[in-house]
């Protein structure tokens, strides 16, 4: 735990990442840079890590976090799918990607992922860049709303969302978590889920399309799998169905081609004991893929 923030199926993700003293690691989405941490202590006395993140403000954790370690943890402000191009032809050992939120992000209310308390409708895990979920809620057709919240949040009440999300723009711009979510909670009615907040979906469907969380993901993960070392691994920790899906699909066509071997038969899950103390951590879903010996 590191700042109000726990890292994800930590002993399951170092297990996977086989970490060797002297290898060389990446970690996509660094965070607050409790795996990191984890891996430069295991990689000892000399493995080297790079961490990268595309939240300034998170990485700005990150190197408080890493300084310890000195000139072996190297930190860069990129999107994970810059990893090959951060790597400049050398090969990894190891690359780890939590797909998840940060706590930092939801924890932070002016940063607007969490409907929890009340913030800008901002999302932007890249602050610098791109637009913010107030102006997709305001901006976008209603159509193209009903099917973003369909397809990232997989909502069945996704067109009456989007028809009060329209509605209710039109006397005032939406410009708060809280306001948003008390629309889409009178649209959607009770949630499917006991205990799951019906503005839940929604709100996961709209910060998926702001960050373009999905966006070539299949293929950037086939570029990561290229970049690794003879032995080296792929580890990923999905948290929904729809990233989950495409890390399998991904995985499954490597080794089918041929060079690589999928570790994970089934991902593995936090177990109850993790669930209990990090409730965030119910819904993570980790997959390993290892590249061919003789790569």
Sequence with gaps: M???????????????????PGGLYVDGTVGPGGHAAAILERSGPDGRLIGIDRDAEVLERAGER???????????????????GVLAGARADGILLDLGTSSVQLDTPERGFSF????????RMDRSAGQTAADVVNRTSEPELADLIYRY???????????????ARRLERIRTTTELAAVVRRAAGRSRRPGLDPATRTFQALRIHVNRELEGL??????????????????????????????KRTFRELAGGGGFAVLTRRPLRPTPGESATN????????????RAEAA
């Design 218 to 247: 299949g293929e950037a993960l086939a570029g990561f799998a290229r970049c690794l070392a003879p032995r080296g691994r792929l580890v990923v920790i999905a948290f929904h169905s729809l990233e989950d899906r495409e890390v």
């Design 116 to 123: 929890r308390a009340e913030g800008p409708l901002d999302m």
């Design 2 to 20: 590191q700042g109000g923030h726990a890292s994800v199926l930590l002993a399951e993700s170092l297990e996977q990442l086989a970490v060797k």
């Design 279 to 290: 409730p965030r951590s119910r819904s993570a879903r980790l997959r390993a893929l290892e």
């Design 153 to 167: 949040g997989e909502e069945r009440a996704s067109r009456r969302i989007a028809r009060a999300i329209v509605e």
């Design 66 to 84: 890493l300084r310890p370690f000195g000139a072996r943890a190297r930190l860069v402000h990129a999107d994970y799918r810059e990893i090959p």
